[in-house]
């Protein structure tokens, strides 16, 4: 995860005895918590276990040592189009109007035909 919505809820539930050890397993893979730190932070110094293991995770960097090894090789597709291209292009507004309809861009990327670019196969 990267971050957003999700972030102040989690760290609110760190608290909680049922769930706060699955709200710091999503914590320790979130990326962009911002000013959320601090609040993980003070809370770990207070006690909190859970915010004690967040805080370790991220020192340890586990959001980036958890992933799987690069691959030797990747196979990759390019899209070249003339003249300028922009956001649009590949999310259309209509289809997604705000940031909480991220999953909508990817359903509706290079939906619109352009006249200029060559059919892809």
């Known amino acids: 995860m990267l971050g957003g919505y999700n972030v102040a809820p989690l760290v609110q539930l760190l608290d909680d005895a049922s769930v706060g050890t699955i709200a710091a397993n999503g914590l320790k893979k979130t990326l962009l918590v911002f000013d959320a730190f601090h609040d993980v932070q003070e809370k770990a110094k207070a006690g909190n276990a859970n915010a004690q293991a967040v805080l370790q995770s991220w020192a340890d960097a586990e959001w980036f040592t958890g992933n799987p090894e690069v691959p030797q ?23 997604a109007t705000t940031r909480p309809d991220i999953p909508m861009h990817a359903l509706a990327m290079l939906k619109n035909k352009r006249d200029d670019a060559p059919s892809c196969r």
């Open 73 to 95: 090789s990747l196979t990759v597709t390019v899209f070249k189009v003339p003249g300028e291209t922009n956001t649009d292009d590949l999310s259309p507004a209509p289809d």
